[in-house]
């Protein structure tokens, strides 16, 4: 509460020569600020059609004042001048709450009460100025409601601003409020604060009550709130969690999950890098430690073995997150269907086609093993505890696609979903606690690391961002003027100089010195399936057909969609006589590229030595 106090702590009066100077200097800061908001809100709304008032952030407008200012000498409420917003599916009292959907509203009546976490708030000197847009019922991850639309993300107004609490994360980026409230069941708060550029924060499970909230799935739901500046995100975390006054300044142990970011397109010097810089100038804080997070999940969770063999098709580590996920996605399925399933059959609301079939999945479901599901719950819990203690932070990407075109008809695929979920999963089944930190912007889309601390840690985690950001700060400015050279010293762009090394020794012929090149870039970045399939070419020269198509097997788990990988792994398997499988690789390049004529030739050359 301390940081609180000290923005609204007075002064001494000064003397009565200068008075007249700090007058005309608030008046010039005041011109120069509201010309600054007015220059960025411009800025922003580029792109946005005029007809959409407040980005689309909002379903419906309104004012609940807050509690009376306490008369001096007493302090200020924390969170006097604050203005926040709550999305759809908090209760105000005298509104209806509409969970995203006009049939939702029309069948029910004005709440009696306001919801808990919104009193608070109120009480502590926040102003609510209304309620905003979500998908409807929580689900979905795009931020696009069918009746009212999908919000404009200010950072990009053609790209979707990510669900659930879409209104409440376009409110926060676009400035329109100082923070907002949303709820996270599988990611509605960690996507849109991804995709907006802004902080999200899940907390701990069970910690903050949800009386007064419309549920979708009890043993996930949590309250969460996005923020620009992470001092007010620490603010309305003393507030909301009823933190104690910080204690001594512990040691933190960063981890980082090496598994999950090989499935990132962000090179490391934007996102890894600049974590470690940070950290190497903060005393207190160690070096960054690196780990498998999925190996060390499956040694610890028996519990979920059960579900892993529904993800055997997918790279060991990611079958680990992805039953996690499985497992997730099926307990929202059975909770939702308990809690709902009369009003979608007596009701049958108009819905949208995205959401529809996940509701759809939910009220139809039947499940036979929800002991395991809550076990799985309770054995995650325990085990990221067991790891993180009390000083402990996992570090993994937030999302691992940049946010998806508005105007795009092409639907999320079930990979993408999977590999979403996959990074989404590990605090949502687990309840522990997260958030999400921007770091800036590549190739124009913004991008985001999380940080994920042990069930209760919430004020620890809270507190370590606070302390670094600064510091963070300065290392993602430092990230986002890098120009890649030769005498850069990040991993990524080093490995890249390797390859290109490379790719001149193959044209030259010089398939040993080739191989060099490839594998000191895959030393620096081994999760790159070019630097695999390349080396499997001048394996392939050198007539080492199990290397080539090692590699090449290697280049596929890192990319699925790699027609060379299929290729030069087929011809090798052709040299090593293993005819079968070699087919299925020529079919699966064909599968990706119908017209590719060595794919056509060679499934020809293989099915007449077959037969």
Known sequence: MELCKNWRRGRSSPPNGVKVWIVLGITVAGVLILAEATRRRRRMSRGVPRRVEFFGAFVERFELAPSPQPPPPAARHPLADLKFAVSDNFEINGYVAGYGNPDWKRTHEPASQTAVVVSALLERGATCVGRTVMDEFAFGVTGDNLHYGAPFNPELPSLVPGGSSSGSAVAVAADLVDFALGTDTIGGMRIPASFCGIFGFKPSHGTISNIGVLTNSQSLDTIGWFARDPSILHCVGHILLQASAMGPKRTRRFILADDCFQILRVPKHKTVQVLGKAVENLSGYQPLKHMNISQYIATNVLSLKEFVKSSTKMQHGQSTLRAISLAMVLLQRYEFKTN???????????????ISSQVLAAVNSTQDNIKSLYKMRLELRSALNKLLKDDGILVIPTVTEFPFKRDSRKKITPDIEDHLHALLSIAGMSGCCQITVPLGKHESYPISISYIAAHGADKFLLDTVLDMYSSLQEQITIASNLVPTPDTNGDMDASEILKEKGNAAYKGTQWNKAVSFYSEAIKLNNANAIYYCNRAAAYLKLACFQQAEADCSQALLLDKKNVKAYLRRGTAREMLLC????????????????????????EKRLRKLMA
């Open 579 to 602: 005819y079968k499988e070699a087919l299925e690789d020529f079919k699966h390049a064909l599968v990706l590229e119908p017209q590719n004529k060595d794919a056509v030739d060679a």
């Open 340 to 354: 709902h399933e009369d009003w979608f059959n007596t009701t049958k609301p108009r819905i949208g086609i995205d």
